[in-house]
């Protein structure tokens, strides 16, 4: 568990790779906006911390000092904002130099980074391909080696899914652990900040250092943040840890190719020491409909700020229609793309008289069972979950065009963030040249556990996991 590389990766390597990897025909297009010489940072980034010197890339979700923050739309095009997320802020703090912001499907709704108003971001791994997403671009960073450590931030699985996309680890943790202070809302009941590493003790480093309590999130958990970096002992590391295997995650239709990495895994994981153990989590099949009924429902209301006076950018009407309600609906038609404007209809169709009981109220009803369930399972003695972090590969850029079909991306990662679990992707081995994640799921504030067998995994897979 070295965080040797991580501490040799200096700010010119990063340029350095930036330089070679962000712009062209084939660029990543990981990057919004940068801070070349470091002005935006002055000040503010410690001398000496965890984090001292070494680079690091931010969603342009999370509110930043002197650079823009747009979530990738039209709406927040040049938006600055004045304060900055508690997050950035301690990472700041612990050392860290904010390199940049990062592409995001506009106001993280996506699986793909497509759906950002300034250009899709494209994966290292094979640039006709997506990264994933939302946090497309800070995956796609931390894969290029631009940086080793980026924020990424979740509703249903954006830093899993595109960690996993793109053969970097990435950590969601529990629902409290992270201040969301400064992170753009979308859905605030399931909005999670979270890390990308280009290892595991790695992004537990980063997690370390941006977890805690703050007061200016009224959701944020006062407890305790344990030491998360893992240490690793012993020949069998993970004796004594039981790992439930629910079935509902490794459906007949999965692609036997994703299906035998895990079992690979799986095995690996018993020759640690721990025990697999065969569950269900019945709830499963009902996340999809559930998730994507709660998280329009509160993006709906969430997103009624941008109205041309508040924030951001303003299209004024000319002529005789050109009065107040004019110019809110030429600003927000003109600065939403087409999967936010989905999004806000679907949520207020499901938030109306009329509909709510059916479609709103239900969805909180399934919410809670999905909740009950794992805290079920982890009450009957199990202490992880091991699922495979997505469905497929990444795909081509172009390829999903039905938006359900985007949507199914998030089968496997969106009931962590219905039940506030911590939930994490690693890399646990490639079909056809390109990435698989494995994901591991933990009870409430237990991300340690989680960190654990994932670095040991990471450590036994060695380079098997990139193969
Ligand atoms: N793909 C999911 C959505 O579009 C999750 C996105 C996210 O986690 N921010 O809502």
């Not at 000040?43 to 000496?48: V, Y």
């Not at 941008?306 to 924030?311: A, K, L």
């Not at 040249?433 to 040991?456: I, K, N, W, Y």
Request: net charge neutral; aromatic share 8%.
């Amino acid at each position: 568990m070295s965080l040797d590389q991580l501490r040799a990766h200096t700010v010119a390597d990063a340029w350095r790779r930036y330089d070679a990897v962000q712009a062209g025909r084939d660029g990543l297009n990981a990057f919004l906006s940068v801070d070349r010489d470091g002005a935006h940072a002055a000040g503010r980034t410690a001398e000496s911390g965890p984090l001292a010197g070494i680079p690091v890339a931010v969603k342009d979700n999370l509110a930043t000092h002197g650079l823009p923050t747009t979530c990738a739309s039209r709406v927040l095009d040049g938006y600055v904002s004045p304060f900055e997320a508690t997050a950035v802020r301690r990472l700041r703090e612990a050392g860290a130099v904010v390199i940049g912001k990062t592409n995001l499907d506009e106001f993280a709704m996506g699986s793909s980074t497509e759906n950002s108003a300034f250009g899709p971001t494209r994966n290292p791994i094979d640039p006709t391909r997506v990264p994933g997403g939302s946090s497309g671009g800070s995956a796609a960073a931390v894969a290029a080696g631009v940086v080793r450590l980026a924020l990424g931030s979740e509703t249903g699985g954006s830093v899993r899914q595109p960690a996993a996309f793109c053969g970097v680890v990435g950590v969601k943790p529990t629902y409290g652990r992270v201040s969301r202070f400064g992170l753009v809302a979308y859905a605030s009941s399931l909005d999670h900040v979270g890390v990308f590493g280009a290892t595991v003790a790695e992004a537990a480093l980063g997690l370390e250092v941006i977890a805690g309590h703050d007061p200016h999130d009224a959701t944020s958990a006062d407890r305790a943040v344990p030491p998360l970096v893992p240490v690793l002992e012993g020949v069998r590391p993970l004796a004594g840890l039981v790992i439930g295997r629910p079935a509902e995650y490794f459906p007949p239709s999965l692609d036997a190719r994703i299906a035998e990495q895990c079992a690979r895994a799986l095995d690996t994981l018993r020759t640690l020491g721990a025990e697999v153990r065969d569950v269900s989590l019945a709830t499963t099949a009902h996340a999809i409909p559930t998730y994507y009924v709660l998280a329009p429902a509160e993006a709906s209301s969430n997103l009624a700020r941008y109205d041309g006076v508040r924030y951001g950018a303003r299209v004024d009407g000319s002529g005789p229609g050109s009065d107040l309600r004019t110019m809110y609906e030429r600003t927000r038609s003109h600065g939403f793309g087409a999967e936010v404007t989905r999004r806000i209809l679907l949520g207020t169709y499901v938030l109306s008289a009329g509909y709510y009981d059916a479609y709103y109220r239900r969805a909180q009803a399934v919410r809670a069972r999905v909740a009950g369930e794992f805290a079920a399972t982890f009450a009957s003695g199990v202490h992880l979950l091991f699922t495979p972090t997505a469905p497929t590969t990444a795909f081509r850029i172009g390829e999903l065009s039905d938006p359900y079909e985007m949507y199914l991306s998030d089968i496997f990662t969106v009931t962590a963030n219905l039940a506030g679990v911590p939930a994490m992707s690693v890399p646990i081995g490639r079909v056809d040249g390109l990435p698989v994640g494995g994901q591991f799921m933990a009870s409430h504030f237990d991300e340690a556990t989680m960190l654990r067998a994932a670095a040991a995994l990471e450590q036994a897979l060695g380079a098997e996991a990139h193969r």
